[in-house]
């Protein structure tokens, strides 16, 4: 079974090499990128059902044994986010064949997107899967490598403007983090995480903490956790509304991965909660309240993208077992959300020209079956009952308030707050875009939206609808797999079956 | 482990220092030529950083000495990742820098849009305007009178997304 493991890596980056040698022949690059991101999703639901009964799946890569060797690992954590992440990417990529089809669209994707998509889905499976700081670094980079190509895509002034912030933002986290990797090293002489687990809790408190928050650091710039956010409303909505919603779902919930992953496994005690919980708050409430002011749905969208990044790191910030589940549950349900929403935001440009709030209005009349679609995720995401965005922050407003105090109260009224401002947004894009008079930019000749596109929606809508049906069944595989990263054991236990070496 | 506990030279680390100084430095500019700079300085000091973080000592080929005196390979094997990547998104910022003079005439990086209308607005001294255009009773035609309503809805039915 372990076998499988290096697939959802490995299988992405040789059809990235196929689609380019087959750049010639789209219809062929188009079938290999579809194949091999279903394939990755089949492994995916595999090795979560194998996690999930019989503990991580490990393998060594090349034989050699894990001290010295690369390992991936699947834990449950590693395996649910690599299952709802191959999911997205291969409804996106479904998304993105059909609007290249559409005749009207002036962004079509070009040769290039094929092979650059892959190696994005390969780089985030690799830091999935990672059980090696160093690889997990590795992922980082193949992963942006490829975000930067997408997100120039086509080079045109706009966006070179704003890809520009995003790339020197990038370079800039990602040299903090190869700087925190190098000082781990010298502290403790290994980087394997399972290994560094025992080593770290050796060093000296303050050597600890130094090391902790250059990593926090360099996570919290990927995961846009506030006062490092800035970066991304600037430059995502520019980017291509496939792009835009495979990075808006994806490359934060990364970060958030690897600060579940540094915060449970490496440095467990909750030393930094207070700080973590303070800036959880403040993303909440400052990234809603950027939402508020925007009248661009694209902006708007990447606003509440930032904004809801707090409550996975609220859950996190808890370091209770209600809290992880809760983070994670909400990360799973993050990534639906968000991706459909920005490929709605995708649907109404296709139709209607723009996404600017001011030349919108009458939507919901014009195409009925596009209002459904923006209707069912802005309502889930703004936590209106009995969606799952409603389960997720019910569940973390129950772990704060479990966990009591001054400041999980302060951050359980700040949630509650942020889900509310976030209706008011929703039900402004929906009142002004869907429900008014037409505007001007609606009146054009209508546009007959590709039916893969549309499908490609319904697809993820349904999947997020699924997550509300199966959130019994989801937060079980979550609490467990909090439990599991709270006690450690499993998964070091996994990795160094012979105890440390 | 005794060539490591004297620690690395001192010239080492201040090499370090002053890499990441200046890096830092340039990074604060508003030209992307020197934002690179910056960045390939930077690079090399971090890189520089985790050369330091092994142990020194001889060649790490086994069979030429004893074990204990050989450096640490892991680090040289990770920097050479490192520089790789490193030179990698050298290439590619240099790129944008080319592509931003070759379309703009200047490398420099702009103020984003948010920015410039708040500035614009402030300027003005008036608040954004988004809900109210249109908005209101007066300003919806079929709140007053719904029959168009009604009509548009039939005719609207066939064109949407099916």
Redesign the interface.
């Known amino acids: 079974m372990s076998r499988l493991l290096p697939l959802p890596v490995v299988v992405p980056l040789l059809g990235a090499a196929l689609t380019l040698l087959l750049a010639t022949r789209p219809r062929v690059q188009r079938a290999v990128s579809v194949l091999c991101l279903t394939v990755t999703f089949t492994v995916a639901v595999v090795l979560l059902v194998q996690a999930y009964r019989h503990g991580p799946v490990v393998l060594a890569i090349g034989g050699w044994p894990p001290p010295v060797g690369i390992v991936l690992v699947a834990d449950q954590l590693a395996a649910l986010m690599l299952v709802v992440s191959s999911a997205v990417t291969l409804c996106v990529l479904l998304y993105s064949i059909g609007q290249g089809r559409s005749e009207t669209s002036e962004s079509a994707p070009v040769v290039i997107f094929h092979p650059t998509y892959l190696v994005l889905t390969a780089g985030v499976t690799n830091a999935f899967l990672a059980g090696d700081l160093f690889n997990l670094f590795v992922g980082f980079e193949i992963l942006l490598a490829a975000s930067f190509v997408l997100i120039t895509l086509g080079g045109t002034e706009t966006r070179i403007r704003t890809g520009s912030t995003y790339v020197v933002v990038s370079i800039l986290s990602s040299m903090i983090f190869l700087a925190a990797v190098g000082l781990v090293y010298a502290a403790t002489g290994t980087l394997n995480l399972a290994q560094l687990a025992q080593r770290l809790d050796d060093l000296p408190d303050n050597v600890r903490l130094a090391l902790q928050l250059m990593l926090l650091l360099a996570f919290a710039i990927k995961a846009a956790v506030f006062p490092l956010s800035a970066w991304l409303p600037d430059s995502y909505p520019t980017a291509p509304a496939p792009v835009t919603a495979v990075f808006a779902g994806l490359l934060t919930k990364v970060g958030v991965y690897a600060i579940i992953r540094t915060e449970t496994l490496l440095f467990p005690g909750g030393q930094v909660d207070g700080l973590l919980m303070v800036v959880a708050g403040l993303t909440m409430v400052v990234g809603i309240l950027g939402a508020v002011a925007q009248s661009d749905m694209k902006r708007l969208f990447s606003f509440t993208l930032v904004s809801h990044i707090g409550y996975m790191i609220f859950g996190v910030a808890l370091s209770t077992a209600a809290g992880l589940a809760g983070a994670i549950f909400y990360v799973v349900h993050h990534i639906t959300i968000q991706t459909t929403l920005f490929l709605v935001a995708g649907l109404v440009e296709e139709r209607a020209g723009s996404t600017d709030l001011r030349r919108l209005g009458g939507l919901a009349r014009m195409a009925p079956l596009l209002g459904v679609l923006f209707f069912v995720p802005a309502m889930n995401l703004a936590g209106v009952p009995p969606f799952s965005g409603f389960l997720g922050k019910l569940g973390l407003l129950q772990a704060g308030v479990a966990a009591g105090g001054a400041l999980p109260a302060t951050l359980v009224a700040a949630g509650t707050l942020t889900s509310l401002l976030t209706l008011y947004v929703a039900s402004r894009v929906w009142n002004i875009a869907f429900w008014r008079a037409p505007r001007i930019a609606a009146t054009e000749p209508a546009v007959r939206l590709p039916t893969l596109m549309v499908g490609a929606t319904v697809a993820l809508v349904a999947f997020g609808l699924t997550l509300t049906v199966l959130a019994g069944p989801l937060f079980d595989v979550t609490a467990d797999a909090a439990t599991d990263l709270l006690s450690r054991t499993p998964y070091v236990r996994a990795v160094l079956p012979g105890g440390t070496p | 482990m005794t060539a490591s506990d004297a620690g690395p030279t001192m010239v080492l680390v201040l090499a370090v220092a002053v890499l990441v100084g200046c890096g830092v430095i340039l990074?604060l500019e508003r030209s992307?030529t020197r934002?690179l700079l910056g960045?390939i300085l930077?690079?090399n000091g971090?890189?520089l950083?985790?050369l330091?973080?092994?142990r020194s000592g001889g060649a790490p080929v086994v069979g030429t000495g004893p074990v204990d005196e050989m450096s640490d390979p892991?680090?040289q094997a990770?920097v050479l990742?490192?520089i790789v990547?490193t030179f990698?998104?050298t290439a590619?910022?240099l790129a944008?820098?080319y592509?931003?003079w070759y379309?703009?005439g200047d490398d420099e990086?702009?103020d984003?849009?948010?920015d410039r209308q708040i500035i614009r607005r402030a300027g003005r001294n008036e608040a954004?305007a988004?809900?109210h255009?249109?908005?209101g009773p007066n300003g919806?035609?079929?709140q007053v009178d719904p029959e168009p309503a009604r009509r548009?809805?039939r005719r609207?039915?066939g064109?949407?997304?099916?």
């Open positions: 990074l992307l934002i960045v930077l690079g971090v890189n950083l985790i330091l973080g092994g892991l680090p990770m990742t490192a990547i990698g998104f590619f910022l944008v820098a592509r931003s379309l703009t990086v702009p984003d849009l948010e954004g988004v809900d255009g249109g908005e919806d035609p079929e548009r809805l609207g039915r064109d949407g997304p099916r």
